[in-house]
């Protein structure tokens, strides 16, 4: 499955923003999804899946409460709304898919997103 990855942009803090990843090639709902950040410097991060029903979902805890992962199997779209954002937000956004996000194994990755924050 491809992945194109949008959304991101500059946003002052305490703001929001909604990502969107778009996916084509093979049956969308037949993947789990995820989206990952990485910062400058640090290395890549986990912060929230779905599964391919939307029925679970689950969050890193720097972003529980404040973002919520969604999907459109019909429009085999995957989102990340982020609310209530912090400068420590600030970093490149990436979705990924796998057949069972529980064993952490995405093997299909879009481009990244950028989202800075500012104070």
């Known amino acids: 499955v491809q992945l194109q990855a949008s959304g991101g942009g500059l946003v002052q803090a305490g703001g929001s923003l909604r990502l969107s990843c778009a996916a084509s090639g093979r049956t969308f709902s037949r993947y789990d999804m995820g989206w990952f950040r990485q910062a400058p410097g640090k290395e890549r991060e986990f912060v929230a899946a779905?599964?391919?029903?939307?029925?679970?979902?689950s969050y890193a805890d720097p972003v529980k409460g404040r973002f919520t992962i969604s999907r459109d199997n019909a429009k085999s779209t995957a989102y990340l709304q982020m609310n209530s954002l912090k400068p420590e937000d600030t970093a490149v956004y990436y979705c990924?898919?796998?057949?069972?996000?529980?064993?952490?194994?995405?093997?299909?990755w879009g481009q990244g997103t950028q989202v800075t924050v500012s104070s």
């Open positions: 990924a898919a796998t057949s069972d996000y529980a064993r952490a194994d995405f093997g299909s």
């Open positions: 779905i599964s391919w029903s939307g029925g679970r979902t």
